[in-house]
Nanobody
Framework: QVVLVESGGGLVQAGGSLRLSCAASGLTFSLYAMGWFRQAPGKEREWVSCITNSDYNTAYADSVKGRFTISRDNAKNMVYLQMTNLRPEDTAVYYC?????????????????WGQGTQVTVSS
């Protein structure tokens, strides 16, 4: 069975940095596109970033582009989200997701597998 486990969330001050990690098991990791989503209280789940399974192509939401970096390590079955210059509006539960489809995936319903989420809180 596919299991995704996020870690690295916490409380940081505005302007600070945090790196989220997602450990994947139960899948041929190199065949899966990996995405990060976030959900703030009272809001819909929002796409943050994706890295493809084929050529490591990446894409970012406009709200995080230039501040966040997604990466993956296929040898370790890990995907990361390096977050810098954090803002209070980045506060949310962050979720790792996986799908075997090719290309950049931006919609939650395009992903078959999800982690449990990790809380990121940015104070002003």
């Amino acid at each position: 069975q596919v299991v995704l486990v996020e870690s690295g969330g916490g409380l940081v001050q505005a302007g600070g940095s945090l790196r989220l990690s997602c450990a994947a098991s139960g899948l041929t990791f190199s065949l899966y596109a990996m995405g990060w989503f976030r959900q703030a209280p009272g809001k819909e789940r929002e796409w943050v970033s994706c890295i493809t399974n084929s050529d490591y192509n990446t894409a970012y939401a406009d709200s995080v582009k230039g501040r966040f970096t997604i990466s993956r390590d296929n040898a370790k079955n890990m995907v990361y989200l390096q977050m810098t210059n954090l803002r209070p509006e980045d506060t949310a539960v962050y979720y790792c997701a996986a799908d075997i489809k090719f290309g950049i995936l931006r919609r939650p319903d395009e992903y078959d597998y999800w982690g449990q989420g990790t809380q990121v809180t940015v104070s002003s």
